[in-house]
């Protein structure tokens, strides 16, 4: 579920984060309105008109307890999302493993640019667990690929904890946020992914998700199963 191709161009130790838990003080944070844009710089500002604010949507209840979409923050999230990266099963894909510095270079490449990609991580039940990108696909280098449409918006998932891969947590949270574009993305008719062929359990994850495979694409970095999940198909799926 990784970029590769990916909308920027910045090239980002193996722990286990099951067990992590934020404090209580940030848990209170995100459950803020909004509460992190405001500290970003302009350009993430700008995604509140480019892609109306992921980390503004709000909490979700799932089957899995509650979820929300955080911004991220490089100050703050660079060194978990960096072991993320640097797990072996991760690494093979995403391409941003390495130093810290790398993985932060490239949330920060996106949060100092135009606002047509956010990062976010991915919080249930008050743990940080996936991080996540949420980019307009159309203002993408992907729109050069595919026949493209006005708001297509594409995700990008990492799910960081070993103990939630494999059980269908990638599914359940793929579905949620697409439901969270469609409900705060009135002109998005549908959303996009582009995860490596290779990598089948992202792209069997997406089919249960209720995303349709569109089509092969040949990306610079890997050939691409194109995912697509229509607004129109949303209740039958």
């Avoid at 923050?73 to 810290?100: C, H, K, Q, T, Y």
């Avoid at 991580?121 to 307009?136: D, I, Q, T």
């Avoid at 694409?217 to 050939?223: A, I, T």
Wanted: proline content about 8%.
């Amino acid at each position: 579920m990784p970029p590769n191709e990916a909308h920027t161009d910045s090239r980002g130790a193996i722990e286990d984060t099951v067990d992590l838990r934020l404090p209580d003080e940030l848990i209170a944070l995100f459950s803020a309105a909004d509460p992190v844009e405001a500290t970003q710089p302009s350009g993430a500002a700008q995604g509140r008109g480019l892609l109306d604010s992921p980390s503004g949507w709000g909490p979700v209840t799932t089957r899995l307890g509650v979820f929300q979409l955080v911004q991220v923050r490089v100050e703050r999230d660079a060194a978990l999302i960096s072991r993320w990266m640097n797990d072996p099963a991760v690494a093979a894909f995403w391409e941003l493993s390495g130093p810290e510095a790398v993985t932060a270079a490239h949330l920060r490449a996106q949060l100092d640019g135009d606002g047509r990609s956010v990062p976010c991580l991915g919080v249930l039940g008050g743990f940080p667990m996936s991080y996540w990108e949420v980019y307009r696909a159309d203002l993408d280098p992907l729109a050069r690929h595919y026949p493209s449409r006005p708001h297509d918006t594409g995700v990008h998932l990492l799910v960081g904890g070993v103990a939630d891969r494999g059980r269908g947590v990638g599914t359940t949270l793929l579905r949620t946020v697409c439901d969270l574009v469609l409900d705060n993305r009135p002109r998005c008719g549908r959303v996009l992914a582009e995860p490596d062929l290779r990598n089948t359990p992202s792209v069997s994850a997406f089919l249960s998700a209720g995303f349709r495979f569109s089509a092969e694409v040949d990306l610079p970095d890997k050939r691409a199963a194109l995912m697509v999940r229509d607004r129109a198909l949303r209740d039958l799926l």
